[in-house]
């Protein structure tokens, strides 16, 4: 049981030390919200180290934790950054010191660091029958955006056209490959840079990027994309589709297809992804692709800070 404590001390950057108190207050804090939403036979694993390690560095000094006058972790909130684009997640209170203010404190800081660092985009992600949760965030300033629906195929193709794996370049040639991916973002977001997401997915081990390039040897579509088990202990039974740029809808489907192929070589059991509703003719094609709906979540962004129009498709994972 953890001891309550009145004071909570001013944030810290968490290193990975840190894992496995993160994972207790991350397993018993979501577990709790979904007994309180009536989801009581729900117990949510202790998270991959390798996958904690991602949204630590990942999140660089964005990666904050609170801790109580002995040393333990009452509360923590990762806050990701990239380019203009940012967003938190996870964040958590420690169960037996919620209701005391603590959650807005966290999010509070996370909006500040995101404005310091220069952030034109800042969000979150909440379940959208959570209207306790929703209430919450709306207090503080954030206002409903759109559904991001998690959709899933089972028994993965091998049709696809094939692409090219990042991770088959040299070191010596990478670079510059990874130079025309944010070249490319920025040219259907500007200012969006995904560098340090497919830096730490190569440098990690944790899956790949896919690359489609058209006859000119141009990219047209590229996805970022990770095969780790999310959960502790876990084998790899999925691929995830953490971020995608695409020219349109028609390259979107084609890097989904070329992924698809990856999850049927690695021998994986699942695909998926997470579409935001803003791309309503890609989640129709997906539907109708034979993908089926696993999850929804609703985006919600910060007041004034909203996410800018598409020159193209970007799929942007909100969550590790």
């Not at 040393?71 to 958590?92: C, K, Q, T, Y």
């Not at 040219?187 to 896919?210: H, N, P, Q, W, Y």
């Not at 509703?277 to 989640?283: E, G, I, N, W």
């Amino acid at each position: 049981m953890w001891r309550s404590d009145p004071a909570m001390v001013a944030p810290a950057r968490a290193s990975i030390a840190d894992v496995e108190a993160l994972n207790r207050v991350f397993s018993e804090a979501f577990t709790e919200r979904y007994r309180r939403d009536g989801l009581s036979g729900v117990r949510v694993p202790y998270l991959n180290p390798a996958v904690w390690r991602f949204a630590i560095e990942d999140a660089g000094d964005g990666a904050l934790i609170w801790r109580d006058t002995r040393g333990d972790i009452v509360a923590f909130n990762m806050v990701h950054r990239s380019g203009v684009e940012g967003w938190m997640g996870p964040l958590a209170v420690r169960t037996d010191r919620q209701g005391r203010g603590h959650g807005a404190r966290i999010v509070k800081h996370g909006i500040n660091w995101l404005e310091s660092q220069g952030a034109t985009t800042i969000g979150l992600e909440t379940m959208p029958r959570t209207i306790e949760n929703i209430g919450f965030y709306s207090q503080l300033g954030f206002v409903p955006d759109h559904l991001t629906v998690t959709l899933q195929r089972e028994r993965p193709r091998a049709t696809g056209t094939a692409g090219e794996r990042l991770s088959d370049y040299t070191a010596g040639a990478r670079a510059p490959v990874v130079g025309e991916c944010r070249t490319f973002a920025d040219a259907v977001v500007s200012g969006v840079d995904f560098t340090r997401e497919i830096d730490l997915t190569l440098e990690l081990e944790l899956g790949d990027v896919t690359l489609l390039r058209d006859a000119t040897g141009a990219l047209r579509a590229l996805a970022v994309w990770h095969s780790a088990p999310l959960a502790q202990g876990r084998v790899p039974e999925d691929l995830r589709i953490l971020k995608l740029v695409a020219r349109t809808h028609a390259d979107a489907m084609a890097v989904i297809g070329a992924v698809e192929r990856e999850a049927g070589e690695l021998g994986l059991a699942r695909v998926s992804l997470r579409c935001q509703t803003r791309h309503s003719q890609l989640y129709a094609a997906l539907i109708q692709d034979g993908f089926r709906v696993q999850w929804t979540d609703l985006r919600m962004t910060l007041a004034g800070k909203g996410e800018q129009e598409r020159r193209g498709v970007m799929l942007s994972n909100w969550e590790i």
